[in-house]
């Protein structure tokens, strides 16, 4: 009984630890945030994903699109941030809004981007 609580604990104190990180799982009715459209080819082509999120968070692709995205396009009304480690400012970031970037080879930015944000 012990072990289970203490496990519990453990579990509930890693989830509010990381209340961002699983954004795009664990919000999907979010529908006052921007959507984003993600994929490992140029124009849209390869494996991509519809990522859902609120506006201000910082979303971590999941490992199939880390460091491999090579096309993003947000919804209309977004503008958004595709950036390096886990938003990181210090590092170099491209800008995206609506229809987005088509080949982030254009803006030297392919295969680079591992987390995004969107703003307002
Ligand atoms: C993407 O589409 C544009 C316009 O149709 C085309 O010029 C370009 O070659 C395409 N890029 C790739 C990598 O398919
Ligand atoms: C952000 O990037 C800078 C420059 O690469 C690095 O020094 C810093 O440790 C990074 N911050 C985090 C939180 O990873
Ligand atoms: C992006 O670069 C590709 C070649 O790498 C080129 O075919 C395409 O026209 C460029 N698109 C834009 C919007 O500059």
Not at 15 to 23: I, N, Q
Not at 53 to 58: A, K, S
Request: hydrophobic share 40%; net charge negative; proline share 7%.
């Amino acid at each position: 009984m012990q072990f289970f609580t203490a496990i519990f604990s453990l579990f509930a104190a890693a989830a509010t630890a990381f209340p961002t990180k699983p954004g795009y799982l664990t919000q999907p009715m979010a529908r006052d945030a921007g959507d984003v459209y993600a994929c490992t080819g140029a124009n849209f082509t390869g494996d991509c994903q519809y990522l859902k999120q609120p506006f201000d968070t910082c979303v971590i692709f999941p490992e199939t699109l880390s460091k491999k995205v090579s096309s993003f396009g947000p919804d209309e009304g977004a503008t958004c941030l595709l950036m390096q480690g886990s938003c990181n400012d210090s590092m170099p970031y491209r800008s995206a809004s609506y229809p987005g970037i088509s080949d982030l080879r254009n803006v030297t930015f392919d295969d680079m981007a591992t987390s995004f944000i969107c703003l307002h």
